[in-house]
């Protein structure tokens, strides 16, 4: 079993930067998949970007060049970096792990998700 825990969103203007923490409890951490997914009013939730174990990435085309995920897994902790935000990135952020690197391609749901943290950008 994994828990997540999302911080560090908040309302930014445009054109500002953004980190997302991920923080995960269980061992298995440096084992599995990691996503960020987003999900704003009245629209379908979206892959944002994922990365596998052995740090292999995959992001959405509207965010290439402009966001970074990474992890860190002595902390157990993965990151969002949004840089250049726009306000059509305005969306609740979601944190999500899976030990099925399939997951990163967008092909699976992932099993394990947080609660969820807010960005606001603002024109």
């Known amino acids: 079993q994994v828990q997540l825990v999302e911080s560090g969103g908040g309302l930014v203007q445009a054109g500002g930067s953004l980190r997302l923490s991920c923080a995960a409890s269980g061992s298995i951490f440096r084992n599995i998949a990691v996503a960020w997914y987003r999900q704003a009013p009245g629209k379908q939730r979206e892959l944002v970007a994922a990365?596998?174990?052995?740090?292999?990435?995959n992001y959405a085309d509207s965010v290439k060049g402009r966001f970074t995920i990474s992890r860190d897994n002595a902390k157990r902790t993965g990151y969002l970096q949004m840089n250049s935000l726009k306000p059509e990135d305005t969306a609740v952020y979601y944190c999500a792990a899976d030990p099925r690197e399939s997951v990163v391609a967008g092909t699976r749901t992932p099993i394990y998700w947080g609660q969820g943290t807010q960005v606001t950008v603002s024109s």
């Open positions: 990365i596998t174990s052995g740090g292999i990435t």
